[in-house]
């Protein structure tokens, strides 16, 4: 009992502190003008109010992307605290990511309520601090694979550190920054990411990101000798999901790519039984929910799947921005 309270302290701790950090620096920012205080020359030839309406799915093409980085934000702040308290925190560097996808999913919050068509600068330092944090959480899990005896055996890879879970984080700074380039492009008509096409960019990134997931829970759901006939979802829906991103990334301009979108809420609703299906998985050992102090922390990860609907969210935001810009 007293290591379910330290662990309800703790996240409790963490989400705190991202308030405290993150709060104060957003509440205010004298230099932000509202949207219809700052309207934009349209582009020659273009009505304005057609510029008018592009603009605003830019900014809610955005807005989902703030919602796919929130996500992704809080299903690592569930699961690392979980996974590292089960490390007993050994390494002080195991506290970073709760602190920092805690800030990451209070920025992310913000921005998914601002509807203002420009740049934030405390969203973009958290953001590409939960990138740097992705990378070098990557980096301390491949060391700490590496260095157990046997190297990169398939023992180690399926009990030393997940080597795939820190790029969730790094996805949700990644998603995150794009946001907020997206909001501040210039151009009514094609809306770009560094001089690039803004919802194929977009696209390209979160199908390998499925990929990479799908990856992942290939991995552990091998460990689980794929018991379970569902177990087999994970590994083949979200690969196809990356497919139809990466045609769309690749393919010609003024497609509807209705199937696509139909295909990104598909693996939502994947995400969100994935945690009712890891839910059962802890039910299922020994002393089931009434133990829960013990199985959340030795059964299937619960706040795992949430990624694939966070990467859905992405995907879905792409796909809406291509239908608005069919050029972006």
Known sequence: ????????LLGGAAVALSGLMVGPILATD??????????????????????????????????????????????????????????????????TPLIVSAMTLATSIHG???????AHKARDITYLLAAATGLLGTGFHFYNVGKRVGGFSWQNLFYGAPLGAPMAILLSGLLGFCSERLRESRSASRPEIFHLPAGRTIAAVTGAGLLGTSGEAGLLHFRGAYHNPFMAVPVTLPPIGAVLLMRAAAGKAGREHAFS?????????????????????????????????????????????????????????????????PHA
Request: glycine share 8%.
């Open 1 to 8: 009992m007293n290591r379910a309270v330290d662990l309800a």
């Open 30 to 95: 004298p230099k932000r003008i509202p949207l219809q205080h700052q309207p934009r020359r349209p582009e020659s030839g273009l009505p304005v109010r057609r510029a008018r309406q592009q603009e605003a799915a830019t900014v809610r093409a955005a807005r989902g992307l703030n919602r796919a980085a929130g996500t992704l934000a809080a299903s690592v702040l569930a699961d690392s605290s979980i996974e590292h308290y089960r490390g007993s925190f050994k390494n002080r560097a195991m506290v």
């Open 112 to 118: 998914t309520s601002d509807m203002r068509p420009s």
């Open 261 to 325: 979108r139909v295909w990104m809420r598909l693996l939502a609703l994947v995400g969100l039984a994935g945690v009712a299906f890891h839910a059962y998985g802890v039910s299922r050992n020994m002393g089931g929910w009434r133990n829960w102090s013990q199985n959340v922390l030795n059964g299937p990860p619960i706040p795992a799947p949430p990624s694939f609907a966070g990467l859905a969210l992405a995907g879905l935001a792409a796909l809406g921005l291509m239908k608005e810009h």
